[in-house]
């Protein structure tokens, strides 16, 4: 396991529920980001929070909303999803100052939304 | 135009040979390459991360960048079996955008 850890690990939801997912990172980093892995599809960045102050948004649809109480946690909650958001989210964080530095990643959620 | 793109494979490498893995980018202004390993359903882990042009080894894998053609390789010598994975290329500009490429799958036949 990595520094960084996401719960739940799987997560199986209807379309009408309310759900969170829960990233934290122990390595001291500023800057952390959820991904979404779709089969066949590269990774798509969904988020980013730089300092625990959200500096992108990659036209993600309102259901997901994303909150960052400090730079160490990191929350994706999750409302009345769709079949098509059924992915593998992944939490990731770096050094966002240091250019050099790459991301770490956690070991993701698999969502799925029936 | 994508923003890194690769050879998505499959690529069948037999045990014990070169197995080689292309990345191109867009971005003139990137400075930070990295390859990340990613085994099925696990998260991908970083294998290798190159900065500079010309090529740096660690162990059996090598990285090559070339930034005047805007690309980046990933050489592993002595394939194993457990080198079957999928490779992802990412490139990281100043803005601390990152872009993934889609993958390329790799296959060590023993």
């Known amino acids: 396991e990595t520094g960084v850890t996401q719960t739940p690990r799987h997560l199986v939801m209807g379309m009408t529920n309310k759900k969170s997912l829960k990233c934290e990172q122990h390595?001291?980093?500023?800057?952390m980001y959820w991904y979404k892995q779709s089969a066949k599809k590269p990774l798509e960045l969904m988020f980013v929070?730089?300092?625990?102050?959200?500096?992108e948004n990659n036209s993600v649809p309102s259901r997901f909303s994303p909150e960052c109480p400090n730079s160490s946690h990191l929350f994706l909650h999750l409302h009345t999803l769709q079949p098509e958001d059924s992915a593998l989210y992944l939490c990731?964080?770096?050094?966002?100052?240091?250019?050099?530095?790459?991301?770490?990643f956690g070991p993701g959620t698999r969502l799925l939304v029936l | 135009q994508k923003e890194v793109e690769q050879n998505s494979g499959p690529l069948s490498v037999p045990e014990g040979a070169i197995a080689s893995l292309n990345c191109t980018y867009s971005d003139r202004g990137s400075q930070s390459f990295f390859w990340y390993r990613q085994y099925s359903g696990k998260s991908p882990e970083l294998i290798m991360s190159i900065y500079s042009n010309g090529d740096k080894e660690d162990g059996r894998f090598t990285a090559q960048l070339n930034k005047a053609s805007q690309y980046v390789s990933l050489l592993i010598r002595d394939s194993q079996p457990s080198d079957s994975a999928t490779y992802l290329c990412a490139v990281r500009n100043t803005g601390n955008q990152f872009y993934f490429g889609t993958g390329t799958s790799l296959t060590v036949i023993p």
């Open positions: 990731a964080s770096s050094y966002s100052k240091i250019v050099s530095e790459t991301q770490y």
């Open positions: 390595l001291g980093h500023n800057a």
């Open positions: 929070y730089n300092f625990k102050e959200q500096t």
